[in-house]
Each structure stands twice: as structure tokens, then as C-alpha cells.
Nanobody
Framework: QRHLVESGGGEVQPGGSLRLSCAGS????????IGWFRQAPGKEREGVAC????????NYADSVMGRFTISRDSPKNTVVLEMHSLKPEDTANYYC??????????????????????????WGQGTQVTVSS
């Protein structure tokens, strides 16, 4: 059974940095596209970043382009989201997810509200990021 666990959230001041991790168990993350999503209270879920299987190509939401970096730590079976120049509007609960489709790219992942809704999907429990002065 596929499991994902996020960690690394916390509270930082505007302009600060955080490093989120998404650790997998029960499957090898390298074979799957992994997306990071966030949801703030009263707002819809937003796709933040995605890393493709195979070529590790990264896609980012416009709102985080140039500030966030997604990467793999393969020996740890983990996907990392480095977040810099954080803003109050980045405050949200951050989740990682996969739809369980081996070898897929990130094309359309961030924009698809139904991503990772199938039977082979996995979502983590989320980690809270709060950006406040």
C-alpha cells in the first residue's frame, strides 16, 4: 500500500525559507510524478509544484515560480520542496500526492482538480506552513 508523509512545515516570517519533505513508503517515488498542493482555509486547493517521473522535469504554479524548487532525494525515497522568499499568501496546509500512474509526466497535473483521485492514488496528511510577522 502506498503511503506519503509530509514534514517540515512551521511558522516563518515573510522573506523566510522552509524545506518540506514528502517521504514515500510501499512504493518507489522515482517512478511516479509527485505533486505538491496547498489549501488555505476557505480557498480551493492549488497545485504548487510537480516533478515528472523519469526526466524529473519540474512544473510550477506562477505564484511560486522562482521562489520554490522541487527535487528528488532518491536514496531517501523522498521529494523535497524548497521554499524561499515566503509571503503571507503562501500560508496553507501543504500536501504531496501521486496518482499512482507509473512513468507519467506533470503535464496538466497542477491544473487538474481530479488529480490523484483514483484507486492507486496516495495523499499525505499535510503539513502546515504559516508565514506571518
Amino acid at each position: 500500500q502506498r503511503h506519503l508523509v509530509e514534514s517540515g512545515g512551521g511558522e516563518v516570517q515573510p522573506g523566510g525559507s522552509l524545506r518540506l519533505s514528502c517521504a514515500g513508503s510501499g512504493f518507489i517515488l522515482d517512478y511516479y510524478a509527485i505533486g505538491w498542493f496547498r489549501q488555505a482555509p476557505g480557498k480551493e486547493r492549488e497545485g504548487v509544484a510537480c516533478i515528472s517521473a523519469g526526466d524529473d522535469r519540474a512544473n510550477y504554479a506562477d505564484s511560486v515560480m522562482g521562489r520554490f524548487t522541487i527535487s528528488r532525494d532518491s536514496p531517501k525515497n523522498t521529494v523535497v520542496l524548497e521554499m524561499h522568499s515566503l509571503k503571507p499568501e503562501d500560508t496553507a496546509n501543504y500536501y504531496c500526492a501521486t496518482d499512482g500512474s507509473s512513468g507519467r509526466s506533470c503535464t496538466g497535473v497542477l491544473e487538474n482538480p481530479d488529480f490523484a483521485s483514483g484507486e492507486f492514488s496516495a495523499w499525505g496528511q499535510g503539513t502546515q506552513v504559516t508565514v506571518s510577522s
